[in-house]
């Protein structure tokens, strides 16, 4: 994990790192508590699609996180996706590209883009849990909505150290494409936040009920509000910060002490 | 209004009171804080079937609301109910009773009873705004599950002075005798908060999410969980309280001053 820079402002550490990822560098920044010593909670937050690792939404909740529950927090590029564009479609508007490459394809790439996603995760946490801000005994969330819930299901389905996670503005048909999929929901049992926008444009009523009704999880939670895709109302951003800190504990102030 | 008994405890002063209802008197109970002076908000509570106006979640509650937020809460039998059941049907154990009565009978009874608790609420709320610790100038709020959501929405369209409410456990279907609950939910146009339980054994989930649906509301938020008709997780008490902050307000600490 090589630190490319670091920053502090109000009291939150920034860092831009490069991961050891699953095929190659995997660009990322780190968030953590200004004066953090010893080990503490992390999140992976999970970016959309035409978004980056530091697209505002992320960044204001990172910053949430480590400020008001001193937890550690994670972002990197999806393939596609920040400083991981195509050279060829670089300075491209992120918006625009995906219209010129058409849904069906924008789709392609992104779902067969989600094992490679997979693996950049499980590798990202590795290296994080090295940090001595992070450890390895803390808990471990996950979040991420629309893209970030189609990368997240397959990694929660797969990564045993996520212990809570909010995923949302997604959701599985009767495809038998997306069976694999819905198999992945099927797997998860940690408990969940599951957000629903219900005049999401992009993701129909029922397919997100269907992913709701599909997780394996005893305690989920499904919050439904209505309005479009990009839309989700600034109160449950207090939910998935409140969500974290009910699942994954508070930081004590004093950080310095590990576990007993 | 006239006061039977006043009891105080761990800051909160409960009043058992016969309000004027609107066919003879309607037994209910005020609760405020103990050292309440001016007006406040008013939460009325509305009991589910075959409960009371002080069944343990709903004095949970009135004690949450003014201990945390220093509010006044309201709750009254509901025809059928508490201190209101037919005197040929005291001593009966709430839940035979409905089973002796039958499903259908037991509904009849209840839909049949809308118009008259509409009508108590009102009066209910005419009276406890005559008490200087509530006030008439004060945000009014709603909280009523199943019955009190059977209740809750022809009151909610009919009563401009509420203007937030917690409902849930209840649904539409497509029934013509359904028309005029559903022609209620959609005048209704108030933030609200649904609570839906998503293996109801009572209330299918089709209807649930149509009543959702139905809601004129801009801002309504669903929450649904996993689990039976009565088991809405603890967590969820603690967004009704937020629910209620976030559009009633805080009363202040210092409650002696009313609005300026």
Not at 104 to 116: K, N, V
Not at 215 to 234: C, D, L, Q, W
Not at 235 to 258: K, S, T, W, Y
């Given at each position: 994990m090589d630190v490319i820079?670091?920053?502090?402002?109000?009291?939150?550490?920034?860092?831009?790192?490069?991961?050891?990822?699953?095929?190659?560098?995997?660009?990322?920044?780190?968030?953590?508590?200004?004066?953090?010593?010893?080990?503490?909670?992390?999140?992976?937050?999970?970016?959309?699609?035409?978004?980056?690792?530091?697209?505002?939404?992320?960044?204001?909740?990172?910053?949430?996180?480590?400020?008001?529950?001193?937890?550690?927090?994670?972002?990197?590029?999806?393939p596609y996706h920040g400083?991981?564009?195509?050279?060829?479609?670089?300075?491209?508007?992120?918006?625009?590209?995906?219209?010129?490459?058409?849904?069906?394809?924008?789709?392609?790439?992104?779902?067969?883009?989600?094992?490679?996603?997979?693996?950049?995760?499980?590798?990202?946490?590795?290296?994080?849990?090295?940090?001595?801000?992070?450890?390895?005994?803390?808990?471990?969330?996950?979040?991420?909505?629309?893209?970030?819930?189609?990368?997240?299901?397959?990694?929660?389905?797969?990564?045993?150290?996520?212990?809570?996670?909010?995923?949302?503005?997604?959701?599985?048909?009767?495809?038998?494409?997306?069976?694999?999929?819905?198999?992945?929901?099927?797997?998860?049992?940690?408990?969940?936040?599951?957000?629903?926008?219900?005049?999401?444009?992009?993701?129909?009523?029922?397919?997100?009920?269907?992913?709701?009704?599909?997780?394996?999880?005893?305690?989920?939670?499904?919050?439904?509000?209505?309005?479009?895709?990009?839309?989700?109302?600034?109160?449950?951003?207090?939910?998935?910060?409140?969500?974290?800190?009910?699942?994954?504990?508070?930081?004590?102030?004093?950080?310095?002490?590990?576990?007993?």
């Amino acid at each position: 994990m090589d630190v490319i820079s670091t920053a502090s402002e109000q009291g939150v550490t920034e860092r831009r790192v490069d991961f050891p990822g699953s095929r190659g560098t995997v660009p990322g920044i780190v968030w953590t508590p200004e004066d953090a010593a010893g080990p503490r909670p992390v999140v992976l937050l999970g970016h959309g699609g035409t978004q980056h690792k530091r697209t505002p939404n992320l960044l204001a909740l990172a910053r949430r996180l480590v400020r008001h529950l001193g937890y550690a927090a994670v972002a990197i590029d999806a393939p596609y996706h920040g400083e991981r564009v195509p050279p060829d479609e670089r300075g491209e508007d992120p918006a625009a590209r995906r219209a010129r490459l058409g849904v069906d394809e924008w789709r392609r790439r992104i779902f067969g883009a989600s094992e490679h996603m997979v693996a950049d995760w499980r590798r990202t946490l590795d290296a994080v849990q090295t940090l001595d801000e992070v450890g390895a005994w803390g808990p471990v969330g996950y979040w991420g909505v629309s893209m970030g819930t189609r990368f997240g299901v397959p990694l929660l389905a797969a990564e045993p150290r996520a212990t809570a996670a909010v995923l949302g503005l997604g959701g599985v048909g009767p495809e038998p494409e997306a069976e694999a999929f819905r198999a992945a929901a099927r797997g998860i049992t940690i408990p969940l936040l599951f957000v629903l926008q219900w005049d999401d444009e992009l993701v129909e009523r029922e397919r997100g009920v269907a992913l709701y009704t599909a997780f394996g999880s005893a305690e989920k939670t499904m919050h439904v509000n209505p309005g479009p895709h990009v839309g989700i109302p600034p109160h449950e951003r207090e939910e998935f910060e409140r969500f974290f800190e009910r699942h994954l504990g508070r930081q004590p102030a004093a950080a310095a002490a590990g576990p007993a």
